[in-house]
T-cell receptor, first 112, second 113 residues
């Protein structure tokens, strides 16, 4: 079983839709969770960062973590064509570990 | 882009030749990383550095070496390139001790023929 599983999609939605992106993980030591957005032929950029169970909101984006189920989600409200990108989840265990484990990414297309 | 540049941005080389990729940062961050990104595999850590001359292996370090002789530069070397090393290589820096909030460079697209 992979440490981090992420549905690669592709996911295609109409503009204005609510998008839900998800990752599951098997390593209970993971404590810190991130979502990165990657546009085509660009480097990933950090979108959301959280270290506790529950929700964290930033504008149209909400990150949700359920440590008991080992499941994280990213919700995008009022999706825009500019949200079209690959979304990568990433996570890290505690302590002085500098290494992130990434999901393979979900390709999202928002159609105008 | 957190002041990260990578060079070259594109390179085509032949099997068996040595290749060095350079990552340069302008903001004096301690932690630097090299990843490769391949379809079906996502981002995988090759090597990382937590200070000048302090480096450690990631999950796919075989065939790669790194050096960091000054804070701003982190070099990735393929001693003898193979076709399996055809990939997009990303450098990243971290703003935090734990390495969570990583900022990535623009990437180097390497093709080994």
């Amino acid at each position: 079983q992979k440490e981090v599983e992420q549905d690669p999609g592709p996911l295609s939605v109409p503009e204005g839709a609510i998008v839900s992106l998800n990752c599951t993980y098997s390593n209970s030591a993971f404590q810190y969770f991130m979502w990165y957005r990657q546009y085509s032929r660009k480097g990933p950029e950090l979108l959301m960062y959280t270290y506790s169970s529950g929700n964290k909101e930033d504008g149209r984006f909400t990150a949700q973590v359920d440590k008991s189920s080992k499941y994280i989600s990213l919700f995008i409200r009022d999706s825009q064509p500019s949200d079209s990108a690959t979304y990568l989840c990433a996570m890290r265990s505690g302590g002085s570990n500098y290494k992130l484990t990434f999901g393979k990414g979900t390709l999202l297309t928002v159609n105008p | 882009d957190a002041g990260i540049t990578q060079s070259p941005r594109h390179k085509v080389t032949e099997t068996g030749t040595p290749v060095t990729l350079r990552c340069h940062q302008t903001e004096n961050h301690r932690y630097m990383y090299w990843y490769r990104q391949d379809p079906g595999h996502g981002l995988r850590l090759i090597h990382y550095s937590y200070g000048v001359k302090d480096t450690d292996k990631g999950e796919v370090s075989d065939g790669y070496s790194v050096s960091r002789s000054k804070t701003e530069d982190f070099l990735l070397t393929l001693e003898s390139a193979t076709s399996s090393q055809t990939s997009v290589y990303f450098c990243a820096i971290s703003l935090t001790t734990g390495g969570d909030e990583q900022f990535f460079g623009p990437g180097t697209r390497l093709t080994v023929l």
